[in-house]
């Protein structure tokens, strides 16, 4: 009996010591959001646009600049990154789906391991969230004013703008927490996704100024298969009305629907008595779409600032890893669009920087490994000390963050875009090395490749696969490919 008690004297004050060494897991998630509109990327929009919070993340833990999707779509890439696995395991494949919440995901098995698990903000995978102790969620998109948030089953609505307001959520959420036990929080932004209704505070920032436009903004396509220039989705002439403003989205009050068409409404109308064709109206539709997409990008990024002087003044700083990332990246103008879904850089690159005091050395930047939203699910585990299920495809980021990359690191990575239809983007599947890009466009009508060499061409904008010179990397990637394909279990009538 008292031999016993002795141990479990021990399993208990092994447990509580456990307990105290977990750290804490802040998810910070973005919805498009470009590495161009984040200033610690560098870029031209850098000075212009600033996001010092987010680069304060940056200054402190590691950024990385191969971070890949496997699917560059909204709900697809948050299913990525609940269960470890691709889109063709986990089940969701498009954004018309609907999650299987019944099977295992990260947060399951880190409440599992003892942590309260919450998300906040963007949900966007139709069935309700499982596996969270707290969920108050978006409904679908949601809109940028005066959202309402599914909260464990209830519709509650609330007023203001949403950004501020899921900020607001996450750390009343914190502030109620069980302090004695660790946390797994996700505080996940609708922003800067589309249709980019900017806090009032911002509408004039960048107002007087012009921005830069991006070399590849008046792209024509003839450097590549046929599949992108069926696109719908060019500032030129698919960004519609409610993307450029001319016509609002959320549902405001009046008070606020005064303040937001006192803005916009004599510029629109100037605008529109400007008649303008062209080459100028396209360049007013990118001003009018970029000014709008960093405004809401500011409103993240004081919001990062929040919950990073949250984290400070209730001494969570040092035991608590945050990570920094979007669903996806995004075109800024660049080969004429805004959007995502390609294979392309700019849609196939996410932002991913994390800060972990004593774990990851401060300032580091990481331009060599490929990593990719698969392995979140991973890393979540492996920080909190708990067992990674061996269906994981994806592995732990952690022996990266400690700045030790282990030997048998993923050398490519392979990605396919399954939303057939959206903004005109066709199926498509593809292998890249950080160099070499090959891209398979299967679908009748198209039936092709395309392969680019960054560093001789980063913008992508002339595909190399009929040249002479590529035939030995042609070779080989298409070899990888396969591989890949096997490696993951893609079935064969979707190859
Ligand atoms: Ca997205």
Known sequence: MHKLFFLAGIFMAAASLRGA????????????????????YGGPLAELAPTPHIDRLAEEGILFRKAYVTNSICGPSRAVVLTGKYSHLNGFRENGNSFDGSQQTAPKLLGKAGYQTAIVGKWHLKSAPTGFDHYEVLKGQGQYY???????????????????????????WLNQRDPD??????SQHKAPHGRWEPAFRHLEFLEDVEVPEPPTLFDDYSGRTKAASQHTMGIADHIGSKRLML???????????????????????????????????????YQ??????????????ENVGRLLAYLDENKLTENTIVIYSSDQGFYLGEHGWFDKRWMYEESFRTPLIARWPGTIAPGLVNDEDIVSNLDFAATFLDVAGAPIPSDLQGPSLVPILEGNTPEDWRQTHYYHYYETGGHGVALHFGVTDGRYKLIRFPEEGINDWELYDLKRDPNEMKSVYDSPEMAQVRKRMKKELTRLQDHYGVAEEER
């Open 21 to 40: 060494e977990q750290p804490n897991i802040l998810f910070i998630f973005c919805d498009d959001h470009a590495t161009q509109a984040i200033s610690a």
């Open 146 to 172: 005066n959202p309402m948030l599914i909260t464990n089953g209830e519709n509650v609505n609330h007023e203001g703008y949403t950004t501020d307001i899921i900020t607001d959520r996450t750390i009343k």
């Open 181 to 186: 036990k660790p946390f797994f929080l996700m």
């Open 247 to 285: 016509e609002y989205s959320s549902k405001f009050t009046q008070d606020q629907f005064q303040i937001f068409d006192n803005f916009f409404r004599p510029k629109n109308e100037a605008f529109l008595a400007a008649n303008l064709t062209g080459k100028e109206r396209t360049q007013w539709h």
């Open 288 to 301: 009018r779409y970029i000014k709008n997409y960093l405004r809401c990008v500011k409103a993240v990024d």
